[in-house]
């Protein structure tokens, strides 16, 4: 398949954060912000423009009322893009959800859209809240909210097909959220470069400075896959490479010995990073066996 570059490098991540306490230490100190910033780098991804849908695929368009801890709601809207490819109710559909350095622009730039293809499924991808065409700001609350609208849309699009979830990074994140909510709507999932929860990986990156990090922000954005991991019976697999330095290679690993089914798969991607998986053919022979079961 394809090579496919895809969200953002340790390199890349630390200059931002670097940049971003630097410019708090000259305007006041908003760690809110700076996480906010660090974990949705929307302005620098949305520089990737998202095109009209590609040939053989349907814009979708998605309105969902958030709703926050003080019980205040938030309109926000999410679009995707959906391709079918035949009338078969047994042909299984696949959502996918990138991380946090990409939007549908750059799905399709780094070849990645159409590398799904190669499954042979029917495929559908959706951009968070603030990211290309969607409105609103992401968190996990809205982006939970956008994942439960896609399955939503998808059981009245293509009724009787059986939907798994995929994400990568930030996106296996949701992915794991939405497999663990939605048990009997789903028929698998997959999460490749996980991590234990986003208080752990934040702590590698920012260090001490994640504590000045408001209880208010971390409470919508928690992304706990080790908890979600504990109440999820349906059949997985965990895809992690074991030299990725943006997650580390036991977060995966503990993610799946949280796992409430014994049945599912982890597969070690060695000589992998955080951004080459998809360039791995182990990758994607363990999504055909998914897909199989």
Not at 32 to 37: G, H, L, N, S, V
Not at 137 to 143: A, G, I, Q, R, V
Request: net charge negative; aromatic share 10%.
């Amino acid at each position: 398949m394809g090579g496919a570059t895809l969200g953002i490098n340790r390199r890349t991540l630390l200059q931002l954060i670097t940049l971003l306490v630097f410019t708090v230490s000259l305007t006041g100190c908003n760690w809110d912000k700076i996480a906010q910033d660090g974990l949705y780098p929307t302005k620098d991804v949305n520089k990737t423009k998202v095109p009209d849908a590609p040939a053989g695929y349907e814009d979708f368009y998605l309105s969902l009322d958030v709703e926050f801890p003080d019980q205040a709601v938030a309109t926000m809207g999410a679009h995707g893009w959906f391709k079918q490819i035949n009338n078969d109710p047994a042909t299984p559909v696949i959502i996918f959800l990138h991380g946090n350095g990409m939007n549908l622009g750059s799905m399709v730039s780094s070849n990645l859209l159409f590398m799904l293809e190669d499954l042979n499924t029917h495929v559908a991808v959706v951009d968070y809240p603030g990211y290309g065409k969607s409105t609103g700001s992401p968190s996990e609350l809205s982006m939970n909210s956008m994942a439960d609208a896609t399955v939503d849309w998808l059981q009245a699009r293509v009724p009787g097909s059986p939907i798994y979830v995929w994400g990568h990074s930030l996106g296996a994140a949701v992915a794991m959220g939405l497999a663990s909510r939605r048990q009997d709507d789903l028929a698998g999932w997959a999460i490749t470069s996980a991590w234990t929860s986003l208080e752990e990986v934040a702590k590698i990156h920012y260090g001490s400075a994640w504590n000045n990090v408001s209880a208010a922000w971390k409470a919508i954005n928690a992304f706990n896959q080790v908890l979600q991991a504990q109440s999820l019976n349906l059949p997985g697999v965990i895809h992690h490479g074991d030299k990725d330095d943006i997650i580390p290679f036991d977060m995966g690993q503990r993610v799946f010995q949280a796992l409430g089914n014994p049945t599912s798969e982890f597969v070690e991607l060695t000589g992998r990073g955080h951004n080459d998986v998809f360039d791995d053919s182990r990758t994607w022979e363990a999504m055909e066996r998914l897909l199989a079961r």
